[in-house]
């Protein structure tokens, strides 16, 4: 990650703004794993790992083939690349092909081998420990919002010291509200056995991932984003 954002800050290429959040937030993650604030931290460690691996498989599809990308990606490094939009709207697209379409598929790899053997209370611990994520989201956006948002948006610094703490608490609120639909569909997805049923739920997947892009890059964003919380 640290390698991808040197040689896209070089560049000039805008995609280092989501790349450098999600830096910081797998460096935390790493962090509360070391400290075992999790029900399993080997099992928040796998999906950790792989859930990275999704977003740089994009990533080198898109840069050698771009067709060959998921589309959601495609949009979203296209858009960071070339459009006018705020850094906060090229943050949030980023997160929002992470976790509404790479997070889903992700889940559903590291729970498919062992769903129907858990427990009740095993499968409850998983939860808790998805749930617990956003609680390291939240301790982070605010170290986001300073080092990574604010150099990109000086107005930001204003909006911080007018609003305080509630603009943390409107992003994470946010996130948080994406990934417990999440779970919802990785969910939805374990319990489709037919293969062309679980590939309709994965299609409808990727459609809500696009239309919270089309919020996202809109002309009242910030305003659509609300409605979405």
Not at 174 to 196: C, F, G, P
Request: with cysteine; net charge negative.
């Amino acid at each position: 990650m640290l390698e991808m954002i040197r040689h896209w800050d070089d560049q000039s290429d805008q995609r280092a703004i989501f790349l450098n959040c999600y830096s910081m937030m797998t460096r935390n993650m790493q962090a509360a794993i070391e400290r075992r604030e999790f029900n399993d931290p080997g099992w928040v460690d796998r999906l950790l790992r792989r859930f990275a691996d999704y977003y740089f498989i994009a990533l080198d599809a898109y840069e050698h083939d771009p067709p060959s990308a998921p589309p959601i990606w495609q949009l979203t490094h296209r858009v960071t690349q070339t459009s006018d939009t705020m850094a906060l709207q090229k943050l949030l697209l980023g997160v929002n092909a992470h976790i509404n379409y790479d997070l889903v598929l992700t889940l559903v790899e590291i729970l498919e081998p062992e769903w129907a053997q858990l427990s009740e209370g095993q499968r409850a611990e998983r939860y808790s420990d998805h749930c617990y994520v956003n609680d390291v989201i939240a301790r982070t956006i605010d170290a986001v919002q300073d080092t990574v948002l604010e150099p990109a948006m000086p107005a930001m610094d204003i909006f911080d010291k007018l609003l305080g703490p509630l603009d943390e608490m409107m992003l994470s609120r946010l996130i948080t509200h994406w990934r417990d639909r999440v779970w919802n569909y990785a969910l939805l997805v374990l319990e489709t056995k037919e293969s062309e049923e679980r590939l309709q739920v994965i299609r409808h997947v990727e459609e809500d991932a696009f239309r919270q892009a089309s919020a996202i890059i809109g002309k009242d964003w910030s305003v659509a984003l609300g409605e979405l919380i």
